[in-house]
């Protein structure tokens, strides 16, 4: 399946940022891991959160894991790009100065957001490209949330309730790419940031 694109959002050349949302469980962090790995080129920003790290995440790689005073501190002296407290518990956010700076080197940025996030984005940054990453289906988002096993049985119900909200708001955003395999959605926005793979 191809992606749909809103009138006006093709661009030529590559994009400075782009940001890139969708329901939990959609695969926005295997997809990112994905571009990390095939289009190095590509500058992935790394979040800061409160919540503490699932098995097999690394500070400073997945996210930045940081105190809640720590995440006031950036908030309240200006240094977060975008925050939101996400699923009614943790805060999560991108930090400004290093997405600022690789644009001026000249890098292509990659935000991987979460919705309230993508629209403050738009407000401070209305020249990104805004992608939403959606499933197949809703049956396809429910097998992955619940095959993913890092959730209890109310956080799973809570997660589905916002994807619900989350789904809603596709028609937000610029392009629309189906997450229907990693493969083919990651070179699909490759193409629109305007990136090739490298190959060694």
Do not use: C
């Not at 994009?15 to 295997?30: F, I, Y």
């Amino acid at each position: 399946m191809t992606e749909s694109v809103a009138a006006g959002a093709p661009r030529s050349g590559r994009v400075p940022v782009t940001v890139l949302a969708g329901p939990t469980a959609v695969g926005k962090g295997t997809v990112s891991a994905a571009m990390r790995e095939r289009y190095p080129d590509v500058w992935l920003s790394v979040s800061a959160t409160t919540r503490a790290p699932r098995p097999g995440e690394v500070d400073g790689v997945h996210y930045s894991f940081v105190s809640d005073e720590e995440f006031t501190r950036l908030v309240e002296t200006g240094q977060m790009l975008e925050w939101a407290i996400v699923h009614g518990r943790n805060r999560y956010g991108t930090p400004r100065g290093a997405v600022e700076q690789r644009v001026a080197d000249g890098r292509p940025v990659l935000l991987e957001i979460d919705l309230a996030g993508a629209r403050q984005v738009r407000e401070t940054m209305p020249e990104a490209l805004f992608v939403f990453l959606a499933p197949p289906d809703w049956e396809t988002l429910v097998e992955r949330l619940v095959g993913r096993g890092t959730e209890d049985a109310e956080e799973r119900e809570r997660r589905l309730a916002t994807a619900r909200v989350e789904l809603a708001a596709e028609s937000e955003f610029d392009v629309t790419i189906v997450n229907d395999t990693v493969a083919d959605a990651t070179d699909r926005l490759a193409a629109l940031i305007g990136v090739a793979p490298q190959h060694v």
